[in-house]
Structures are given as structure tokens and as C-alpha cells.
């Protein structure tokens, strides 16, 4: 990486700051602008980058004449609506910022959303249940729903309704060349086919329009118990989400909770066993489902309740405020107690050192596997449960002490793994060097040329690698 202080503020062919500006309606931020760092700054903590420059659009209008630019001045581009999910950070790139386009128009009659390339899933969730509906949002409503949906996007609606890509009608798009254009089953059917999975490596969405569904309330939440009964625990899940209908989507969790006093004082500094979940169905049937639960060992803690859709974010608990964590995985084959016991012996502060905070493996299946793998770029519908971990890694040492154990405990259980992963789940340069892992072999090929095609110089090089030539490596 160049020393950022010597980045020039005129660019390639001559292009400035100043022309750039005059083009557009939103702000342009070059080095030494006081709003520089409030601006490069991402959510996640562990990114620190340095574009070259950035642009807050207004407009798809913007976006499309920030990328004209980039073309001109010879800058790759790279996009963050909130920074949840860096892939490469912007170093020395024109940084297009989308969180003021957070415009979101709700279609009671025909059950969709238009969604603007900067609004976050919160803002969706709140105005669709206003009208009795719901999106496919995942975990957090502080992420942006396009980010989310660019990598598949998979939440506790996933096993009724499927993924948020199988909910796009179509995407407004900004192509390498600067022109906007629309991508759905009837647009330009091949960037429609790679945008869903394919991340932002083929264009700068700046918009989609989504369907919702009908669904104002759900009965879900958390048990809690001590470590110490985790492996009954969760031999007794593989049981109970072996048989779930659709409208349960549910996890297991091993959480390690800091000693802080704003947890409830049985999990304060302590690790601990959870199975999580939402049931969508009708609220009696979902408390019947908790009764294989409650009428077996008394948690620690049981805040399975019938609640509205709008706290579906209760279910999982995200940090809301810019946190330093480093996400790994990928998908699972089976919950056979050797994975349980390797997945206990890596992540619970229990069974000795970890540097991992929480641990969360989702049930799939159901709707995510009805639809056809190659309907989209998105690939992995098949595995049965997705493996996510997250660490607290504030320093550069932390952060490779982080990879090191999460390269050793994918090892240790290799054999219990697809080969593939989530790339959604991936943090920064994991999910570039692994993009290739995140496809079929068919699907990635297919990538690979939809890049040649809409993005021959590799403008978008921020996102997945799909460029010939530049997927680093194999499945590990
Ligand atoms: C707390 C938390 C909870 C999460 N929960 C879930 C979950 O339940 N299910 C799930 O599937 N994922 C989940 N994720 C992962 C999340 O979906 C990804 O990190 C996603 O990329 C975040 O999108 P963003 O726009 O918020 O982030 P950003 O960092 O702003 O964007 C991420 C990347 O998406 C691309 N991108 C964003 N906007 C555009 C655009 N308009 N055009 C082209 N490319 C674009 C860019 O490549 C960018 O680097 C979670 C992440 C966090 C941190």
C-alpha cells in the first residue's frame, strides 16, 4: 500500500477533486478534508482505510458519475453503506458512501419494497410491519439490506421464506462503464443471476426491489444453560431441529459472556449453551414446539415468548454500536457428537483459552433448499447448517491470533465440513481469499465471465474475487 499521506489530490489524466464535485450533488472528500476519518470509518472497528477518495451520494445519478470518475482517473471503486462487512478496504480507491440513500418505499397491495442503496434493515422492518409485513432481514437491523442481500442473506425467516436473493424482483444497477440499468428475470438476466450471491464485485446497486411477507408476530428467543450440559443439550437439538417444520428457523449457540454487569448475573463471565430460534407459524403451535424444552431440564434462563416481528432483533442480540469483531466459517454437514465435541473444545472459554466470544450454528434447509442451485450465483443451498464464529479482536495481534485459531479449528473439523462457505459470514480478507469457496465450481466459472463482461477492468476489486486469475485459493 502507497503511504497515504503521499496520495495525491489530483488524480489520473488530471482529474481533481474539484471537477468530481462539480458533477455531483453529494459531498466529495479528499485527504485532508476534516470529515476524512469520520467518513472512512466502517462499523466493524478492525477496518482502518485509506481511500484515495470519497464520495457521500444522493443519488443513483451520483453513484453512476463517482464511477465515470473512477473510469477516468483511473481509481478502483468500493462501496460501504455501513461497514458490517468489509470484504478489502478502500486503500487508495474512490469510496463511494451510500448511507444517505436510505429512501424506502412500502407496496402494501403488491407486498413489496423498494429499497435504496444505503438503508439498513431496520428502517424496512419498521415501515413493512406498519403494514402487517415483514422482509427477509437477518440477525441485526443496523445492517444494510443490500450489502446482506448481495452475499445471499440469510435470517430467521430463512427455512419459511428462503433467502433474502430469492425475494428480489430486480436491482438498479451501476455497471463498470457508468451507466445505470436494471437487472431482473426479464433485464439483463445474467448480472440479475450473479448479483444474487455474487456480492458487489459486478456493479454499485443502488436500489432493489424486494417482496415481504405476511408475518407481524413470532414466538421465539433463548435457553440458556450452564456449559456443563451442553453436549445433552445439543444431541437433544439435533433431535428437535431434525423434525422442525419450515417456520421454525433455529441455532445452537456457545456464547463465552465477559464479566460485565449489563449480562443477567447467571451468564456474567460465564460460557454458555444455547439454542436459539424463531417459529413463524401461529403462536400456540410455536409454544408447542418449546414444550419438548420445558418439560425436560430447567434452563438458567428460558425468554422464549410471543413477540412482535418488529423484536426480531431480540432474538440474537447484536451489538448495535461499531464493535471490532472478526467473523469466520462455513457450512456443516452434520451435528454427530465428534462436531459437537470439536466445536466445544475450539469455542467455549470452558474447555480452555479462546479468543472467540460466540459461536452460532443456523439450521438451513427448508425453503433455502427448494430453490434451485443454479438459479442464482448463490450456491450452497444444500448444507444443512451454517457454522459461524466471532471473536473481539481489537489489535493486529488479536486479529492474528484470531486466524490462527480459526485456520486450526476449521482443521480439526475438516471432515465435518462441505468444502464451501458462507461468504456473508467471512470478515475482510478471508472472504477475498476464499470468494472461490463461496460457489459451485459452475457458478464461480459463470461469475468469472459475467466479470469479464460488465466489469473487464476490475473496477469493483473491493468485493469478492472473481477477476480470471485472482481467486487466491481452494476450499482449506
Ligand atoms: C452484527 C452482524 C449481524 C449479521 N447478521 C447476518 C445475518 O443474520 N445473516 C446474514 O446473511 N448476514 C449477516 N451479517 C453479515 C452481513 O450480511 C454482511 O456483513 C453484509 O455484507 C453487510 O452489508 P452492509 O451493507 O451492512 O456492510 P458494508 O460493509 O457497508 O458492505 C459490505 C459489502 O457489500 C457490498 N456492498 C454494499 N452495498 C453495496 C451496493 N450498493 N452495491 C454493491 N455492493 C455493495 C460491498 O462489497 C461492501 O464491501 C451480519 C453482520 C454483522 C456484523
Known sequence: MKNVLETPLTYANGATVAQLQARVAGQVIGLGD?????????????????????VVAESAADIAEAVRFAREADLKVAVQATGHGVVRPANDSLLIITSNMTEVRIDAESRTAWVSAGAKWG??????????????????????????????????LARKYGLSIDS??????????????????QQRTDLFWGLRGGGGSLGVVTGMEIRLYPVTEFYGGNLYYPIEQAPAVFARYREWSANAPDELTSAIVIMNYPPLPFFPEPLRGKSIA??????????????????????????????????????????????????????SGAWLNDL????????????????????????????????IARVDPSASAFSHRTAPHS?????????????????????????????HLTGGVYLNFL??????????????????????????????????????????????????
Open 34 to 54: 476534516p470529515h476524512y476519518d469520520d467518513l472512512r470509518a466502517a462499523w466493524n472497528l478492525t477496518v482502518n482505510q485509506h481511500p484515495a477518495l470519497i
Open 123 to 156: 428502517k424496512v422492518l419498521e415501515q413493512a410491519q406498519a403494514v402487517g409485513l415483514a422482509p427477509l432481514l437477518g440477525s441485526s437491523s443496523g445492517v444494510g439490506a443490500i450489502g446482506y442481500t448481495l452475499g445471499g442473506g440469510m435470517g430467521w
Open 168 to 185: 428480489v424482483n430486480c436491482f438498479e444497477v451501476v455497471t463498470a462503464d457508468g451507466q445505470i440499468g436494471t437487472a431482473s428475470e
Open 274 to 327: 444455547q439454542i436459539r430460534g424463531a417459529y413463524c407459524g401461529p403462536i400456540e403451535q410455536g409454544e408447542a414446539m418449546l414444550k419438548f424444552w420445558r418439560d425436560w431440564q430447567t434452563p438458567l434462563i428460558d425468554d422464549f415468548a410471543a413477540r412482535p416481528f418488529s423484536d426480531i432483533g431480540k432474538v440474537s442480540k447484536d451489538p448495535p454500536n461499531p464493535s471490532p469483531g472478526l467473523s
Open 336 to 367: 454427530s457428537d465428534e462436531t459437537l465435541t470439536t466445536l466445544l473444545n475450539y469455542s467455549s472459554a470452558a474447555h480452555g483459552l479462546t479468543p472467540l466470544t460466540a459461536l452460532e450454528v443456523r439450521h438451513a434447509g427448508g425453503a
Open 387 to 415: 457454522l459461524q464464529w466471532v471473536g473481539m479482536a481489537p489489535t493486529p495481534e488479536a486479529q492474528a491470533a484470531l486466524r490462527q485459531h480459526s485456520a486450526r479449528f476449521k482443521q480439526a473439523l475438516r471432515s
Open 427 to 476: 470478515e475482510g480478507e478471508e472472504a477475498a481469499a476464499h470468494s472461490r469457496d463461496g460457489f459451485s465450481t459452475d457458478a464461480y466459472r459463470r461469475l468469472q465471465t459475467l466479470k469479464a463482461l460488465y466489469d473487464p477492468d476490475n473496477r469493483f476489486s473491493h468485493s469478492y474475487d472473481l477477476a480470471f486469475g485472482q481467486a487466491a485459493t481452494a476450499a482449506a
